[in-house]
């Protein structure tokens, strides 16, 4: 269970002689994160340990000693043991890039076409099943070597719990067949307990963590598992009857007819997006990954005066609720928000097809004072997956090695641009996963014997 959580015990067992609190165990526990010292916090005195009075034999103490560890254990079991992501994310210096895939299960692969062939299930037919869930997840895990399982879910199943009928006709994009017309169809939407709305019309998405945690355990690859959702304005666009082939104008329309509602239900969809996040930490996800997938559907303007304070002030009420959890952030289309978002407290910022990779890490890193996390974000992306559709593993090396020669190897999360279509080649892909990690260790070994050679 780690160093910190065998201190921990040792500090147990120093105080267990006489009264003690959660404050004494606490000091011996410097190196775990916040999360888990709640967590302990919690645990600890319910499995009857922490007592005021000095137990009646040496008997109870060893039973309540190993009660503690019991607790202790639960808690550090959570953390993934793999965890080269988390600590990129985190900013902290590591030993080679780590690298995950926007849409790294689904439809490019064939055992998922299989899967759904097999079971006579189509894509909205699987989110329902958490055990399907799981599978599909692990499916991309068992055939690259991936830093990150993502939970295999949809962006639209927030308006699907606010009774926003969502369809997926093939060759028409996402239909929704029920879009709100109009403010009084805004007031109508009861977010009042975001909490239990969630727990109630989303719970076998939530019910999915745990059952990937579980195969994840049982496949031997601990690795972070990454939960999500969309942003408040890509909600809203398909809400009120956009669409990315008719109707991309729809929001825009939005802001100019119905300023205030268009506010308030950002705001609301803001709260079910709070708490769907935050429960899918308490279910077992490791970092949180926000998608604003229709950024390129929104004016500058209108991000800056609508969409960016409800960015703010969810990144500020995931943080307090959840410190030590990740927050990455994806505006496809919008990356002149990067720099708000850093500025927002976000952890890791995500660079899409278009973005100028040397010119945003030098932005981002002049503007790094104003973040609240102290460091310039983690960046990550950006890599073309056109790239992975045709050519072969030597032409992705060699676009791999110009990525990373302009991002550098350190504060990076590899990934791609935008999500995979389903026409790459999963042979291309496995050979761009396995080049970040190849070419990034080498660039460290490099950069490590230059300062040895200057020291």
Same mark, same amino acid.
């Given at each position: 269970?780690?160093?910190?959580?065998?201190?921990?015990?040792?500090?147990?067992?120093?105080?267990?002689?006489?009264?003690?609190?959660?404050?004494?165990?606490?000091?011996?526990?410097?190196?775990?994160?916040?999360?888990?010292?709640?967590?302990?916090?919690?645990?600890?005195?319910?499995?009857?340990f922490v007592q005021r009075r000095?137990?009646?034999?040496?008997?109870?103490?060893?039973?309540?000693m190993e009660a503690a560890k019991?607790?202790?254990?639960?808690?550090?079991?959570?953390?993934?043991?793999?965890?080269?992501?988390?600590?990129?994310?985190?900013?902290?210096?590591?030993?080679?890039?780590?690298?995950?895939?926007?849409?790294?299960?689904?439809?490019?692969?064939?055992?998922?076409?299989?899967?759904?062939?097999?079971?006579?299930?189509?894509?909205?037919?699987?989110?329902?099943?958490?055990?399907?869930?799981?599978?599909?997840?692990?499916?991309?895990? /068992?055939?690259?070597? *991936?830093? &990150? @399982?993502?939970?295999?879910?949809?962006?639209?199943?927030?308006? =699907?719990?606010? #009774? +926003?009928?969502?369809?997926?006709?093939?060759?028409?994009?996402?239909?929704?067949?029920?879009?709100?017309?109009?403010?009084?169809?805004?007031?109508?939407?009861?977010?009042?307990?975001?909490?239990?709305?969630?727990?109630? /019309?989303?719970?076998? *998405?939530? &019910? @999915?963590?745990?059952?990937?945690?579980?195969?994840?355990?049982? =496949?031997?690859? #601990? +690795?972070?598992?990454?939960?999500?959702?969309?942003?408040?304005?890509?909600?809203?666009?398909?809400?009120?009857?956009?669409?990315?082939?008719?109707?991309?104008?729809?929001?825009?329309?939005?802001?100019?007819?119905?300023?205030?509602?268009?506010?308030?239900?950002?705001?609301?969809?803001?709260?079910?997006?709070?708490?769907?996040?935050?429960?899918?930490?308490?279910?077992?996800?490791?970092?949180?990954?926000?998608?604003?997938?229709?950024?390129?559907?929104?004016?500058?303007?209108?991000?800056?005066?609508?969409?960016?304070?409800?960015?703010?002030?969810?990144?500020?009420?995931?943080?307090?609720?959840?410190?030590?959890?990740?927050?990455?952030?994806?505006?496809?289309?919008?990356?002149?928000?990067?720099?708000?978002?850093?500025?927002?407290?976000?952890?890791?910022?995500?660079?899409?097809?278009?973005?100028?990779?040397?010119?945003?890490?030098?932005?981002?890193?002049?503007?790094?004072?104003?973040?609240?996390?102290?460091?310039?974000?983690?960046?990550?992306?950006?890599?073309?997956?056109?790239?992975?559709?045709?050519?072969?593993?030597?032409?992705?090396?060699?676009?791999?090695?110009?990525?990373?020669?302009?991002?550098?190897?350190?504060?990076?999360?590899?990934?791609?641009?935008?999500?995979?279509?389903?026409?790459?080649?999963?042979?291309?892909?496995?050979?761009?996963?396995?080049?970040?990690?190849?070419?990034?260790?080498?660039?460290?070994?490099?950069?490590?014997?230059?300062?040895?050679?200057?020291?």
């Amino acid at each position: 269970i780690g160093v910190a959580a065998l201190s921990a015990c040792g500090v147990l067992l120093a105080t267990s002689r006489g009264s003690t609190n959660f404050e004494a165990l606490s000091r011996g526990m410097g190196s775990i994160s916040s999360s888990q010292r709640s967590a302990l916090a919690t645990t600890i005195p319910n499995a009857g340990f922490v007592q005021r009075r000095q137990s009646p034999s040496s008997r109870s103490r060893c039973n309540k000693m190993e009660a503690a560890k019991r607790a202790v254990t639960s808690v550090f079991a959570q953390a993934p043991q793999h965890d080269l992501l988390l600590r990129a994310a985190r900013g902290e210096k590591t030993e080679r890039t780590p690298v995950w895939l926007f849409r790294q299960a689904g439809r490019h692969l064939p055992e998922y076409n299989q899967y759904k062939k097999d079971n006579n299930k189509n894509f909205l037919q699987l989110l329902d099943d958490p055990k399907d869930v799981a599978e599909v997840t692990m499916q991309p895990l /068992r055939r690259y070597d *991936v830093d &990150a @399982a993502i939970l295999f879910s949809d962006i639209l199943v927030v308006p =699907e719990a606010l #009774d +926003i009928n969502v369809d997926m006709p093939g060759g028409k994009g996402i239909l929704v067949t029920n879009p709100i017309q109009g403010p009084e169809d805004v007031a109508k939407i009861d977010v009042s307990s975001p909490r239990k709305l969630v727990e109630d /019309r989303l719970a076998h *998405v939530l &019910a @999915a963590l745990p059952e990937i945690k579980n195969s994840l355990k049982k =496949e031997n690859r #601990d +690795i972070p598992l990454i939960g999500f959702s969309a942003a408040p304005f890509t909600l809203m666009f398909y809400m009120v009857g956009g669409n990315t082939r008719f109707n991309q104008t729809m929001g825009e329309q939005w802001f100019q007819q119905y300023p205030e509602a268009c506010d308030e239900l950002l705001g609301k969809l803001s709260d079910v997006i709070v708490e769907y996040m935050s429960l899918q930490v308490e279910k077992g996800a490791d970092l949180l990954q926000l998608f604003e997938a229709m950024g390129s559907y929104i004016s500058e303007p209108n991000f800056k005066k609508f969409e960016m304070k409800h960015l703010t002030n969810i990144a500020s009420r995931l943080k307090e609720k959840h410190p030590d959890i990740p927050l990455m952030v994806f505006a496809r289309g919008a990356q002149y928000a990067n720099s708000d978002l850093q500025r927002a407290g976000y952890d890791v910022v995500t660079l899409d097809t278009e973005a100028d990779r040397k010119v945003e890490v030098a932005r981002l890193e002049a503007e790094k004072g104003q973040a609240p996390i102290g460091r310039r974000v983690t960046l990550q992306g950006n890599f073309d997956p056109k790239l992975l559709q045709e050519g072969t593993p030597e032409t992705v090396q060699a676009a791999v090695k110009e990525m990373l020669d302009e991002f550098g190897p350190q504060s990076l999360i590899a990934n791609l641009g935008e999500g995979l279509s389903g026409k790459e080649d999963p042979v291309l892909v496995k050979a761009f996963v396995d080049a970040i990690h190849a070419t990034s260790e080498e660039m460290n070994a490099k950069a490590a014997t230059a300062a040895t050679a200057a020291a």
